[in-house]
């Protein structure tokens, strides 16, 4: 220190490396008393007129050690940027639209569903909901009780969309004769595939069954998904992807509002949809289906982002989650570097606004393979650029914000394709890394809409919701127990 | 002050009412001299070592009496109020599309234009170039140098737009054969006409009069204008204003973003549009057109804010502004309490970014009535609402948010109906008053495409611009002429 640098004017307090001036403070001033954690020793300082500050830390979840032997895997920081370099990179292009059965392979008695792989006794009013749905809508029974019956007594095989490269929202059931979107990933060469979104309200991804349900989704078999079929085919691929980037700058996030991804892909495939040659009246009711459903693109946003999350699979060392679902029972995650493995744990009741005269009460457990769109680092984590999804999901709009600031905190990048104008075009907080969830103990945002719990019911609201923090630290005990042991040379 | 008030514990500085502690403070610190206006008295007394503390005040624009006048008129408050009671409660329907010929009542040879009233000997190159290729497209001559031989020896008569209940981008030429919106007020039954927009780049409206030019406007006479026609006809009046509101939440700002509204308006006629009698291939033409021009919905945008602005004219005592509009060379501005009257100064040359190999030497002052959007509250007012304009029209997302918080100074409402999301769904700042104007020295912030000056280029950039200073003092000296004369009794 030079004798000029010795001169500060002002005395320094707080925390800082100790010089001659400070010291001075600490024994001309009444001293600071720094309190971390439970809020009682605090609190009786203050009784006693001992000036105290609070600091926001807490101990990581889970268990230390296992904590401490991930944190020392000397492949973690590299597999962790092979990780979101790979998610980053990967591209996402709708190349065709089939049915299931082509599309996946499915039997005409295997159903798939969202979340983690669940038995029929576990499953939740919304989930048994539509997989009535869908079994009598593939005549596999004629009455909601024989389809019942029939999922009960285990005649219909039941898996997870995410163990056939598909995903799918809320309950996400996918019956062998339901339309595929089909997604490519030109830089890796993965396939991604959802259904055809069916509107908001009483539909069957809600648990919804009724006659008009249905009839819907005859009618998006036997119209919608061949005319969208003809018109992919004959435009080319559609990059979904550069369709993600655009609407982030349209008040989008790409989970619960979709509205300007939906205009954009009904304008790309506009042209295709009118030069068709099927029936005009057919066409002019496939395009107003499209165009008064404002979430149709949700359909396409997930499973590009399954590309992103998908292409960062299997790398070993890799703490980086690459999928969260939920089935309406249970939260699972899986992670880059643990395989298929799920991590799981009892699924939340979202926070959220109700629909006319639905309330909490009325509300399942959190549903759907939708959150892949928070693993891919858009949805809620994207919600800054989306203010006004706080009117559906509840919060302010500096809750928005203040979401999508804190995602960066459990981030292992920012995804310089998907930017949020008003943080600056910062991109979106990408790769969610367990060792960074388990040491600040924050909970990556999802928001999400809301199925009645009762079979039949449909959408009752939207909400914000979080994982529950035992996936992450089950998915740290394999990590812990999947890195390598050190060996004293 | 009682005893107990009298112990504050810590000495005061800075402004704030005398007391016997600031008393103290001022004896026992050195004083701190208060500057404003020119920095030469501030710099002078720091180069003495004298602490100055600048504040941000300017004596008001122009001729204090006449502000003195305008501020004691009795009636300025409610005129103020009833005009911007008139502008919020305005609404906004496309109920036609029509050939100006019809819709205007325009002759052969009679040419609308932007701005305040123009002669082509003050026009500037981007005016004659549209004026130009207007004569050669409606047949008056045959060669662009017959078009401006004709136009100089006034063969083709020239009026303002504004005075003909329409508006129009850029040169804004208005000819009879061109086809316009019909836009109605269902509240206070006015009517207002824009045409329909070209798209970007080498246009009409820019100045350019290439043979693509004119073909482009034919093929919007024969096929463009009618299927609209036809489409608007059988779907019924198309809500506009809530068009409007909708995309100030999709990142648009309804003057140089106009994406979601463009993409809002397809999907409002696309069942028309399909169903339509005429050729399929012209169908999706027409709709492939629309759908890749992100600025046809300007032509929408501008004609709604005329008819919010239209219903708070002529209301004696009012200083609230009713019209910002350029021809190129002049900056014109009418004011609700002057009638008709403009109020002009030179156009300004936009600061900006430019496109290719154009660069400021390139561009044109100020030019079109585009400026309707900020005069009701949205365009450049908005650009809190459109981050990612800046990327257009230069900037950062700061000075985009700043733009809009300084226009609340300058305005005398905020509009329910067009809500910001990023600033808590706050309304936009709305009805410009000119006595604000001149007390602050704030001016109106527009953004605006940048036309080549040269006659035949087309757009060269875009960019922020403001009116000259003199419209609104102008503006004032009238308004004080007409307020009423106090009389002592």
């Known amino acids: 220190m030079t004798p000029s640098q010795d001169v500060t004017p002002a005395p320094r307090t707080g925390a800082g490396s100790p010089s001659p001036v400070s010291l001075h403070g600490l024994l001309t001033h009444e001293p600071v008393v720094v309190t971390a954690g439970a809020e009682l020793f605090a609190a009786t300082l203050r009784a006693q007129a001992v000036r105290t500050e609070a600091v926001d830390w807490s101990p990581p979840m889970g268990e230390v050690t296992a904590l401490d032997r991930v944190m020392a895997d000397p492949r973690r920081e590299g597999a962790n940027q092979s990780a979101v370099a790979r998610m980053l990179a990967a ?285 891919a680092g858009i949805g809620g984590f994207a919600m800054a650029s989306a203010p006004a999804i706080v009117r559906l999901v509840g919060g302010s709009v500096s809750d928005a914000i203040g979401a999508t600031e804190r995602m960066y905190e459990i981030t292992v990048t920012e995804n310089p394709a998907y930017q949020i104008p008003v943080l600056d075009f910062r991109g979106t907080p990408t790769g969610i890394d367990v060792t960074r969830v388990v040491r600040s103990r924050i909970l990556p945002q999802i928001n999400t809409g809301i199925a009645g719990k009762v079979a039949g019911t449909g959408q009752v609201g939207a909400g914000l919701v979080n994982p529950p923090a035992e996936c992450f630290t089950a998915a740290l005990d394999a990590l812990a127990a999947a890195a390598p042991t050190w060996v004293e040379e």
């Not at 596999?140 to 095989?157: D, F, H, N, R, V």
């Not at 040659?277 to 997930?302: C, K």
């Open 91 to 375: 591209g996402a292009e709708l190349v065709d639209v089939r049915p299931a059965r082509e599309a996946l392979g499915l039997a005409p008695d295997q159903f798939l569903h969202a979340g983690p792989p669940l038995a029929w006794e576990r499953a939740s009013g919304p989930m048994r909901g539509a997989l009535i749905g869908a079994a009598v809508f593939e005549g596999l029974a004629t009455t909601p009780e024989q389809a019942e019956a029939a999922l009960a007594q285990g005649q219909i095989s039941l898996d997870s969309c995410h163990h056939h490269g598909a995903v799918g929202p809320m309950a996400g059931v996918i019956s062998p004769s339901m339309w595929m979107f089909e997604l490519s990933d030109p830089v890796h060469g993965g396939r991604a595939f959802c259904s055809l979104n069916e509107g908001l309200g009483k539909v069957l991804r809600y648990g919804a069954y009724g006659p008009d349900v249905l009839a819907r989704l005859r009618w998006m078999t036997d119209v919608l998904g061949p005319l969208l079929a003809s018109a992919v085919r004959r435009h080319g691929p559609v990059d979904v992807k550069a369709i993600l980037a655009a609407m982030l700058a349209m008040g989008d996030e790409g989970h619960n509002r979709n509205r300007a991804g939906t205009m954009m892909l009904l304008r790309e495939l506009l042209g295709e949809l009118i030069e068709s040659p099927a029936p005009t009246a057919d066409v002019a009711a496939a395009v107003r289906f499209v165009a008064a459903n404002d979430h149709f693109f949700l359909n396409l946003s997930m499973p590009a982002c399954k590309l992103a999350t998908d292409a960062a699979r299997d790398i070993p060392g890799s703490t980086v989650v690459v999928a969260m679902a939920r089935n309406g029972t249970d939260f699972g995650i899986q992670v880059s570097g643990t395989g298929d493995q799920w991590f799981s744990g009892p699924a939340a009741v979202p926070d959220g606004l109700y629909l006319g005269g639905y309330g909490p009460s009325d509300a399942n457990p959190d549903i759907g393979d939708s959150a892949i769109t928070e693993t």
